[in-house]
Structures are given as structure tokens and as C-alpha cells.
């Protein structure tokens, strides 16, 4: 399984971004995909994730601001829209895979997304 995420930058504080993950190769298996963070000096931590069939999870910082959303539940490609972002939201973005949120086994190459004051 290859994780492919696009859509990072630089955007001032209030501003939107929509991040993007395609999932190739042996996906029969990916029922959950999301979006994790890691700020400098700061541990990982769950953004965003999207079962197959639809329940979504946020991070309480992020509820009401990020939107997760999938094409339709065939689809292994997952978008995260991030809107009114703060500089707090500055981090790598890592898209992530599994057949559970327990079990999120895929990961792809982190995304820089920076948020300026």
C-alpha cells in the first residue's frame, strides 16, 4: 500500500487549505483513513480519520474548523479541508491507513502545512 498526500503550504492565520490522499496498490483492506499531525517537539497526534462507511473522528481542536471527506465509500482517496486555520495548526501532516483506527499500519510522507500569525 503507497499513501500519496498533496495539498500543504503556507497560508496565513484564517486562511483554508485542503489537503489530499490517494491510497494505491492492495486497498481492499483500508477502512479507515485519516490524517495524523506532529508539531515540532510535540508527539503525533490524530487530526482527522474516515471509516469506509462513513463515521467520522475528530481531534477536539480541529472540530467545527477541518472537514474529512471521501468521494464516495469506494474510494481510497480522502480529502481533509482546513479552514480558519490558527498558527497552532502548523505541523506535518501525515496521511494514514488501516483496516481500524487501531490499526492504522500505512503511512505516507508527511505534508508541511504552515500557518503564519
Known amino acids: 500500500v503507497q499513501l500519496q498526500a498533496s495539498g500543504g503550504g503556507l497560508v496565513q492565520a484564517g486562511g483554508s487549505l485542503r489537503l489530499s490522499c490517494a491510497a494505491s496498490?492492495?486497498?481492499?483492506?483500508?477502512?479507515?483513513m485519516g490524517w495524523y499531525r506532529q508539531a515540532p517537539g510535540k508527539q503525533r497526534e490524530l487530526v482527522a480519520t474516515?471509516?469506509?462507511?462513513?463515521?467520522?473522528?475528530y481531534a477536539d481542536s480541529v472540530k467545527g474548523r477541518f472537514t474529512i471527506s471521501r468521494v464516495n465509500r469506494a474510494t481510497t482517496v480522502v480529502y481533509l479541508q482546513m479552514n480558519s486555520l490558527e498558527p497552532e495548526d502548523t505541523a506535518v501532516y501525515y496521511c494514514s491507513a488501516g483496516p481500524t483506527i487501531s490499526n492504522m499500519n500505512y503511512w505516507g510522507k508527511g505534508t508541511q502545512v504552515t500557518v503564519s500569525s
Open positions: 474516515m471509516a469506509r462507511g462513513g463515521p467520522t473522528n
Open positions: 496498490g492492495p486497498i481492499f483492506n483500508l477502512n479507515v
